[in-house]
């Protein structure tokens, strides 16, 4: 079946046939994998496969607009190596592979030679200007930029390595094509701006010529992968040993230093923490430079370095563990555990910290791993398997749970989103109203100003009209909005409008700045050749009004076009956006939040947390932001305040003393360590912490704590049984070293974190409202990850704001980017009832009306005898209600109503009152 067309033909041989394009989509490997077929068995249900699931209209991933079905593997290997500088192609050559392209029916205009003399020759990036636009007639005009993996920073179009993709006006006018220009997970390549520019058909037709020829020049060209590839040179193999042996004397320095107790410690870590994250720094760049260097030193034919640079295969650390050193192997985030007493091995002495005695592996694969190497290799390994068994289940629970909360969310004709029952969710979706699918650039925005801008002056080309000047161009601009708000239903979002102000602005900056760098003033105009400065400059950064219209015509057209359709079922695609990404996390990473010895839970853990609205989570963190941010000393006053500080950190000494006439305690205070450390703590002070403490305050009855001076207390027990008194005074002395004397109790530990300049505090503990009200801390900028505790202390708000933001940064970390309006619509549902609901049997049950949708999701029998018990009725108006009686259901196609009007005639009923049939 031809994937791309839509028409199901049996084949010749194989039956089912199928583009390696649309592999992504359907998540096809070609290791035996079954498919089935359906077909639709009526008119209706026929057009809804096709409209709805139609390959063309599925290009793109609602989950973040980025493109799903584009070139992959060898298609992208074949482009990377046909557009290389260096290749060139005679009329015979050039025309056969234009003939590759089609099925040699298409007109096909070639292009002017670039070499004509001696003898007529095409480039290779001549055929992708082919592919694009394969004759004048076609109306395809390409213009966008991107940046290839192997894009040097040095100058755009000058790249060394080529790695600066440039189509003006569908010709390909610099860069060697690869991932980023034709494969999927990128917005601005070259598929997803046939789609936003044209359409669907000029996406697809396009990828099936790609296909067509990549498949047959690669087939004519060869391109395999052998053992000599991976075998390092005598130069390789010098590098590599000189990378490992200073990564090695590194660590021994460490080691020596760590010894003799003179390493630095790092921000809240004790010596053994510090020494082992400088070792897995160190162990850990070791495998970055010897990559590096294979990338340098291998040739430019090297079949896995050309897979790793155009992207269709593998990456440096694959080819550095390949070629150089398998690297170090890490078991649950940290170097390999003692599985012996102090060793991790019986082969290594006791305490060994060197790098092979706990999981560095210097040799590569080529050469072969020794045996313990290849132990801790499998160590990993196993890690590895169990992490995917144990993720399989967790990720698909929580997908299930997220699917029947959000199932029958959908869009109205009013733009609000409602569940079933007609219950206000959001007023606007994603406070925009746009579609998470048709959006463009990283942070999905509705459209992409730079490559619109681009398009038009190259398109639309300023002829001999002068530019407009500044305050011209933002009259013009504002008269636009305004009358487009006017026009159109909803007009358009403020931040849409703040975003084409402002990039008016830069680019008036730049024409501004250009101006008087040409020294474009009137005189100097007047004396010179006007005409060829005035188009010098306009054609460079100026803007005509012929141009500044197109531009804005188009981007208000656009706006409109990328609005969401009402009937769309916005809460399962934004479950499955959520729930899908969720598959690929690894189950417990610990991530440093800039902090070695911090660990936040991330990965499906976190995400589990935050969708359970867990109450007590398991690495609770204030983010206290200091209102003098610049002062490490500042910082350690306040980190002072908020740490938990006991009475036995701060004693010199408890002793109990006794005399003939009576028996106490006297606590002697560390005057010099409570300085250094900027507590405000006096005997005072500790006498009040002294008479505050539980356990104390019910023994004190007649106790007296006698204030000596600035440093020493003298506790005095009291006098009822003089039998008991040994018992009491040493049950007082074991208390005494718990007893807070500064501090929150709630915090375990704060750390003074340096960002950039800024001094921060990461507060390990709950408590957020003692925390923001600790002096010097900026209570307004205070953040806690914990969701439950913001929503008590700052209201449901900053809890939906927490819950949106958590799931942002959780998916960052794992590089992984989901539209922002599927993560406000998650957080709308949990917090819309005015508290947090967790997606669970007990949130869902308070969220949703519906009988039979809550038996269909857990405790089936229990929910259907009670409410048989109490008659309770079911209105049958949600998503699983709807499939459980069988019944269409109210959303997507089914929100229409079609009503058919009857023509009414009335008709004489033997002289009775007419009857209306």
Same mark, same amino acid.
């Given at each position: 079946m031809s994937i791309m067309s839509h028409r199901a033909r049996v084949m010749p041989w194989r039956t089912l046939r199928f583009n390696e394009s649309v592999c992504n989509p359907y998540n096809a490997d070609f290791d035996g994998d079954e498919m089935n077929l359906h077909v639709p068995q009526t008119q209706e249900a026929r057009?809804?496969?096709?409209?709805?699931?139609?390959?063309?209209?599925?290009?793109?991933?609602?989950?973040?607009?980025?493109?799903?079905?584009?070139?992959?593997?060898?298609?992208?290997?074949?482009?990377?190596?046909?557009?290389?500088?260096?290749?060139?192609?005679?009329?015979?050559?050039?025309?056969?592979?234009?003939?590759?392209?089609?099925?040699?029916?298409?007109?096909?205009?070639?292009?002017?030679?670039?070499?004509?003399?001696?003898?007529?020759?095409?480039?290779?990036?001549? +055929? &992708? %200007? @082919? $592919?694009? =636009?394969?004759?004048?007639?076609?109306?395809?005009?390409?213009?966008?930029?991107? *940046?290839? !993996?192997?894009?040097?920073?040095?100058?755009?179009?000058?790249?060394?390595?080529?790695?600066?993709?440039?189509?003006?006006?569908?010709?390909?006018?610099?860069?060697?094509?690869?991932?980023?220009?034709?494969?999927?997970?990128?917005?601005?390549? +070259? &598929? %997803? @701006? $046939?789609? =936003?520019?044209?359409?669907?058909?000029?996406?697809?037709?396009?990828?099936?010529? *790609?296909? !067509?020829?990549?498949?047959?020049?690669i087939g004519n060209h060869g391109f395999s992968i052998g053992i000599d590839d991976v075998q390092p040179g005598y130069l390789l193999n010098k590098q590599k040993k000189a990378r490992i042996d200073e990564g090695y004397d590194a660590c021994d320095e460490l080691i020596q230093s760590f010894n003799n107790g003179n390493l630095k410690l790092q921000p809240g870590c004790d010596a053994a923490q510090t020494l082992e994250a400088e070792i897995t720094g160190v162990l850990n760049k070791i495998r970055e430079t010897t990559a590096k260097v294979c990338m340098e030193e291998l040739h430019w034919r090297n079949s896995p370095l050309i897979m790793s640079q155009c992207g269709s295969k593998g990456s440096p650390i694959n080819i550095s563990q390949m070629i150089?050193?398998?690297?170090?192997?890490?078991?649950?985030?940290?170097?390999?555990?003692?599985?012996?007493?102090?060793?991790?091995?019986?082969?290594?002495?006791?305490?060994?910290?060197?790098?092979?005695?706990?999981?560095?592996?210097?040799?590569?694969?080529?050469?072969?791993?020794?045996?313990?190497?290849?132990?801790?290799?499998?160590?990993?390994?196993?890690?590895?398997?169990?992490?995917?068994?144990?993720?399989?289940?967790?990720?698909?629970?929580?997908?299930?749970?997220?699917?029947?909360?959000?199932?029958?969310?959908?869009?109205?004709?009013?733009?609000?989103?409602?569940?079933?029952?007609?219950g206000v969710v959001q007023f606007l979706y994603g406070d925009d109203g746009m579609d998470p699918a048709k959006m463009e650039g990283k942070s999905g925005v509705p459209l992409n100003l730079e490559r619109l801008y681009l398009k038009v002056k190259a398109t639309c080309p300023a002829r001999a009209q002068g530019s407009l000047s500044p305050s011209e161009v933002f009259k013009i601009v504002e008269e636009k909005l305004a009358r487009h708000d006017a026009a159109s239903a909803g007009g358009c979002s403020d931040a849409f409008k703040k975003s084409l102000l402002d990039f008016m602005c830069t680019?008036?900056?730049?024409?501004?700045?250009?101006?008087?760098?040409?020294?474009?003033?009137?005189?100097?105009?007047?004396?010179?050749?006007?005409?060829?400065?005035?188009?010098?400059?306009?054609?460079?950064?100026?803007?005509?009004?012929?141009?500044?219209?197109?531009?804005?015509?188009?981007?208000?057209?656009?706006?409109?076009?990328?609005?969401?359709?009402?009937?769309?079922?916005?809460?399962a695609v934004g479950a499955q956006s959520i729930g899908e990404p969720g598959t690929q996390m690894t189950l417990k990473t610990f991530h440093f939040a800039g902090v070695a010895s911090m660990n936040v839970t991330l990965g499906v853990p976190r995400i589990k947390e935050i969708i359970n609205g867990a109450k007590k989570i398991s690495t609770p963190i204030i983010t206290a932001i200091l209102e003098c941010h610049s002062d490490v000393k500042s910082a350690r006053i306040v980190k002072g305040c908020v740490e938990k500080t006991t009475l036995g950190e701060v004693a010199k000494s408890m002793k109990i003393v006794m005399t003939s006439r009576q028996a106490s305690i006297v606590i002697t205070l560390d005057m010099e360590g409570i300085h250094a450390l900027h507590l405000k703590i006096s005997a005072y002070s500790v006498k009040q912490s002294i008479l505050q403490h539980s356990k104390i305050k019910s023994m004190m009855k007649h106790h007296s704590i006698e204030v000596l001076d600035d440093r020493k207390l003298r506790i005095l027990p009291s006098d009822s049984d003089k039998r008991k008194l040994q018992f009491e005074l040493h049950t007082l002395r074991a208390t005494l070293p718990n007893v807070i004397v500064k501090g929150i109790p709630t915090v375990e530990r704060a750390v003074i974190n340096k960002e950039g300049e800024k001094y921060n505090l990461l507060v390990e503990g709950t408590d957020m409202r003692a925390v923001m009200g600790t002096p010097g801390v900026d209570g307004c900028q205070t953040k806690s990850n914990n969701i439950i505790e913001v929503k008590e202390t700052l209201g449901i708000e900053a809890a939906r704001k927490c819950i949106i933001s958590e799931i942002q940064y959780t998916m960052a970390s794992h590089g992984m980017s989901i539209d922002i309006r599927h993560m406000m619509l998650l957080a709308d549902l949990m917090t819309y009832k005015g508290e947090v609901l967790g997606i669970t049997r007990f949130g869902i049950q308070k969220m949703k009306e519906s009988v039979l949708m809550l038996a269909s999701f857990e405790k089936t029998a229990d929910h259907l005898f009670n409410a048989s018990f109490n008659g309770r009725d079911d209105k049958i108006e949600g998503v699983s209600e709807c499939i459980i009686m069988g019944i269409p259901m109210q959303i997507g196609t089914g929100i229409l109503k079609v009503k058919q009007s009857v023509k009414q005639e009335l008709k004489l009923n033997y002289g009775l009152d007419p009857i209306i049939s």
């Open positions: 057009t809804e496969a096709l409209m709805l699931m139609g390959v063309e209209n599925n290009l793109c991933t609602p989950k973040n607009g980025e493109i799903l079905v584009a070139s992959t593997q060898d298609f992208l290997t074949s482009s990377f190596l046909i557009t290389r500088k260096d290749t060139f192609y005679d009329r015979a050559a050039f025309s056969l592979l234009c003939s590759y392209m089609g099925d040699g029916m298409d007109h096909i205009d070639l292009p002017t030679p670039t070499i004509i003399k001696p003898i007529e020759l095409w480039t290779g990036k001549q +055929l &992708f %200007s @082919v $592919l694009v =636009r394969p004759n004048a007639q076609m109306r395809v005009f390409l213009n966008f930029t991107v *940046l290839e !993996k192997n894009y040097s920073k040095s100058s755009e179009t000058m790249c060394p390595n080529d790695g600066f993709v440039y189509f003006r006006n569908s010709e390909l006018l610099s860069g060697q094509l690869g991932k980023a220009t034709l494969g999927n997970g990128n917005k601005d390549g +070259l &598929f %997803s @701006v $046939l789609l =936003r520019d044209y359409n669907t058909h000029a996406a697809t037709t396009c990828m099936n010529r *790609l296909a !067509k020829l990549s498949a047959r020049w150089a050193c398998v690297g170090q192997q890490s078991v649950g985030g940290r170097r390999a555990p003692n599985g012996f007493i102090d060793r991790s091995l019986p082969h290594f002495p006791r305490k060994s910290k060197m790098p092979a005695a706990k999981g560095f592996v210097a040799n590569s694969f080529y050469t072969g791993l020794t045996a313990t190497e290849f132990f801790f290799h499998t160590m990993g390994g196993r890690e590895g398997l169990v992490d995917t068994a144990v993720k399989t289940a967790d990720t698909g629970y929580m997908s299930r749970r997220l699917i029947k909360a959000l199932e029958d969310l959908s869009i109205h004709y009013d733009d609000t989103v409602r569940s079933a029952s007609g680019k008036m900056k730049d024409f501004c700045r250009t101006k008087s760098a040409l020294q474009l003033d009137e005189e100097y105009i007047e004396n010179a050749n006007p005409n060829i400065l005035v188009k010098v400059a306009a054609n460079i950064f100026g803007i005509t009004s012929q141009q500044l219209q197109v531009f804005l015509d188009i981007c208000t057209s656009r706006y409109d076009s990328k609005r969401i359709e009402a009937g769309m079922a916005i809460g």
